[in-house]
């Protein structure tokens, strides 16, 4: 072996080993760090453990959207077959409106009640979340039309 | 009528597009017609520049003027609109924004026909490339993105433009991102072009190129910048990145792009990495198209993604397929004849350069399986899952930490054989600077982060070796301050990483008039909330006062703003800064009484950020200019290269 060959062997080597490192690492990393999507019928059946965090996605319940002290909020997330409670600490979307699609960010508690950091902004006001929308669909509650994609609805609506 | 001019414009410029390809590939050759062949393909390109900019201009006219007989204007546009958002609407809107793309790429066609860089060979084939690209979204646009259909009857008013949209970071923001993805197009023609002729070629296109390169790369970057200070002053979460998969459809093809300015550089000075230059430069254009597919597609909901039609998605995906998939067809048929990349030391700019490009690279998979993965498992009916920052915290983050880490020993080192020891010795005060600046956060600032003193070591690590660097060019040309510059800016950028995500300090109060909160060091005192009636939406502005002890310092007014035309509302933050440090005030809800909420950030170092970006887009425009004026030498330059 001449030892221009050892070299590009060497570099071959040196090349394999730290691609399967990468793999390895971003596999590990995409398996901590992943936040699944849960409906509250979700919740209902298969009990999230207390602590993990996870997107929360639903419509918010008619009048359930209270305030506390200071900026704490509670509200309800629905999807026609389950309620979650839902606290937070924090400004509201613009957007956020009781009846509406919202997905949050957050956890469990120990009480039963979803603790979020984050609840995030969605900006028109025609626009469901597709989380939300498959939700509902899952749920048999989903009226067709009920709230299109943004954009695709006629100029006069 | 002038809809329907517009489409004539797109019908006559898909047509040219087409002889532009037929004669460009004809005129690679070196057959009997070849010389007639090349005559064409440089009017055919300026022929579809004319053609493309008439229909763009067309377009825009009818925003200007409120055409609502022209569905995109009608969904997309509205009287009272102010006229800068009229015009910015033309590319706010999916259709719009694909006659952009055109007439971007089309700008570049017509750039590379007229510097003719590379001979005229190599002109030819990448113009030949070009006019496909063109032909592919031209019909596009024609088939399922036609911006001239017509509404009958048409309506009396617009439904107006996203107000998110209606700001001016964002108005110039895609065009400068345009200017980034589609210049990237130029190097894949080049690259493509050195592939077709062969030859000597595979050298001297990496030289012909490399303008085009610069200006994708300057684009990228401001355009990231951009997007970025957008998003920190109009989402009102005072957070300047979310990795969010729009961002990163945006970082993507700015990693290749830079890992290809590197190694493109390597080839044309030392003739190292020759096949893996060609790679890079496929691979920065597939990581546009990409990006492309990712925001306009409508897998992804966001402001970005127009709208969700499957048709638009699958011919965006089968273009990708064909560009990317041709590309490397066309690398794997001329592989055998490819020459190997020169030799080098194991000591030397080089290798440099070699770690420079995994690096980079390596931080582009982690994105881009961050990004993809996600949608991935939603395509084959798996969870919803959403991969959130601490993913790209714990991969992205080291592997570019390490890249900036090495980043100083480059320039220091020879071609072919450096010395690493002497290049460490120059770099001493760089490496006391890193050490100072290391000790004094650790003294300083409060509470204390030894990731933090991390990266302020690495930063002055960086600016100091650039300053040096400076100092021992000093009296060369102004391209040779390119490099010490760009480098400059990403230590600048990466202190103001650390200081806003590390220092940030945060308050969160429901206040009624006359109430008064503290966020680090400023009191502020509310003054409660003025309706106030804008060109075309309606806000509630809040008047909070910066005190002084018991003087009025300032005044600040945060809004929340409502669009009756879209039925949307947004926030308005207000952002006091002294260079060094932003007061960041945005209005929250209303919770009745006179009170409402008000989120106060104070972020140390936050105009840093895209100060850093600022610097690193003047070190590239610095490094254009130099080789522009080089241009004059290029014949005699190229002839050397190809001995």
């Keep these: 072996m001449t030892p221009k060959k050892r070299r590009r062997l060497a570099f071959a080597a040196a090349l394999i080993a730290a691609g399967g490192a990468l793999a390895a690492g971003i596999i590990y990393e995409l398996g901590q760090n992943t936040q699944y999507f849960r409906s509250p019928s979700d919740i209902a059946t298969n009990k999230v453990a207390p602590g993990i965090a996870f997107h929360l996605g639903g419509l918010v319940e008619e009048k359930s959207l209270h305030h506390g002290a200071g900026a704490d909020i509670t509200f309800t997330v629905t999807d026609g077959k389950g309620t979650v409670p839902v606290e937070y600490n924090g400004v509201l979307p613009a957007l956020f409106r009781e009846g509406q699609g919202v997905v949050a960010l957050g956890a469990m508690n120990a009480q039963g009640t979803f603790v979020a950091t984050e609840v995030l902004a969605k900006h028109d006001e025609k626009y469901m979340p597709p989380e939300v929308v498959d939700a509902l669909k899952r749920s048999g509650h989903w009226q067709e039309g009920g709230a299109p994609s943004p954009k695709s609805s006629g100029p006069n609506s | ?643």
């Excluded at chain 2, 898909?14 to 002889?19: E, K, Q, R």
């Excluded at chain 2, 881009?368 to 920052?389: C, E, H, M, N, R």
């Excluded at chain 2, 980043?407 to 006391?432: F, I, S």
């Excluded at chain 2, 060091?521 to 008047?543: C, I, K, M, W």
């Design chain 2, 1 to 643: 009528m002038t809809g329907e001019l517009g489409q004539l414009a797109l019908c006559f410029a898909l047509a040219l597009s087409l002889v532009m390809a037929l004669s460009g590939f004809l005129g690679a050759g070196t057959k009997a017609v070849s010389p007639a062949a090349r005559g064409i393909v440089h009017g055919a390109a300026m022929g579809m520049l004319v053609f493309v900019a008439l229909a763009f201009g067309t377009l825009t006219y009818a925003f200007v003027t409120s055409d609502f007989s022209i569905a995109v204007v009608a969904n997309n546009s509205h009287t009272l609109k102010p006229l800068v958002y009229k015009i910015s609407g033309v590319w706010g809107n999916h259709e719009g924004s694909m006659v952009l793309w055109v007439l971007v790429l089309s700008l570049y066609a017509g750039l590379v026909s007229a510097l003719g860089r590379g001979g005229e060979r190599l002109t030819s084939a990448a113009l030949g490339v070009q006019g496909l690209l063109a032909a592919a979204f031209l019909l596009f646009i024609l088939f399922t993105s036609n911006p001239f259909l017509r509404l009958d009857p048409a309506p009396f008013e617009g439904a107006g433009l996203n107000p998110l949209l209606q700001d001016p970071g964002l108005a110039m923001h895609p065009p400068m991102l345009y200017a980034g993805y589609v210049g990237l197009s130029a190097s894949f023609s080049y690259a493509a072009a050195a592939l077709i002729v062969g030859e000597d070629a595979q050298t001297i296109w990496a030289r012909a190129a490399r303008p085009f390169m610069l200006i994708a790369w300057i684009a990228l970057t401001c355009g990231i910048a951009l997007g970025s200070w957008w998003a920190y002053y109009e989402l009102g979460w005072g957070g300047f990145w979310f990795w969010d998969p729009v961002e990163n459809a945006s970082l993507m093809p700015w990693l290749i792009a830079t890992a290809l300015l590197h190694s493109a550089l390597a080839t044309e000075k030392s003739g190292a990495f020759r096949t893996w230059s060609l790679l890079l430069a496929i691979g920065g254009f597939s990581m546009s198209l990409i990006g492309t597919f990712l925001v306009r597609s409508g897998v992804l909901s966001s402001v970005h993604a127009f709208a969700s039609d499957p048709a638009r998605g699958f011919f965006i995906m089968v273009l990708i397929f064909c560009a990317i998939g041709g590309a490397l067809g066309l690398f794997a048929w001329r592989a055998p004849t490819l020459k190997g990349g020169a030799a080098f030391d194991t000591q030397s700019r080089e290798t440099m350069l070699l770690l420079n490009n995994v690096f980079l690279v390596a931080s582009c998979a982690c994105v881009f399986v961050g990004t993809l993965y996600p949608l991935a498992l939603d395509a084959f009916g798996g969870d919803k899952i959403s991969v959130g920052p601490p993913y790209y915290a714990a991969t992205f983050a080291p592997i570019f930490f390490a890249l900036l880490l090495l980043e100083p020993l480059g320039p220091q080192l020879n071609w072919r054989r450096g010395d690493v020891k002497a290049a460490l010795r120059t770099l001493m005060p760089a490496l006391g600077l890193a050490a100072i600046a290391a000790l004094s956060v650790l003294v300083i600032a409060s509470p204390r982060f030894v990731t933090g003193a991390g990266a302020f070591a690495v930063a002055g690590w960086l600016i100091g070796a650039s300053v040096i660097d400076l100092l021992k060019r000093k009296g060369a040309r102004a391209s040779a301050f390119a490099a010490a510059l760009a480098h400059a800016g990403l230590g600048v950028t990466l202190m103001g990483v650390a200081g806003t995500t590390l220092w940030r300090s945060e308050a969160l109060n429901v206040m009624g008039p006359g109430e008064t909160m503290t966020v680090g060091p400023y009191t502020l005192r509310f003054d409660g909330v003025t309706q106030e009636q804008g060109p075309n939406y309606r806000a509630s502005r809040a008047h909070l006062a910066l005190m002084d002890g018991s003087q009025v310092k300032a005044v600040l007014t945060p809004e929340q703003r409502i669009y009756p035309a879209e039925g949307q509302d947004m926030a308005d933050t207000a952002i006091r800064t002294n260079g060094f440090e932003d007061l960041y005030l945005a209005l929250g809800d209303d919770r009745g009484n006179g009170r409402w909420t008000v989120r106060a950030y104070v972020s140390p170092l936050a105009p840093f950020i895209w100060l850093g970006g600022l610097v690193m887009a003047l070190g590239g425009i610095l490094s254009l200019w130099g080789r522009l004026r080089l241009k004059a030498s290029l014949p005699a330059a190229a002839a050397q290269a190809a001995e």
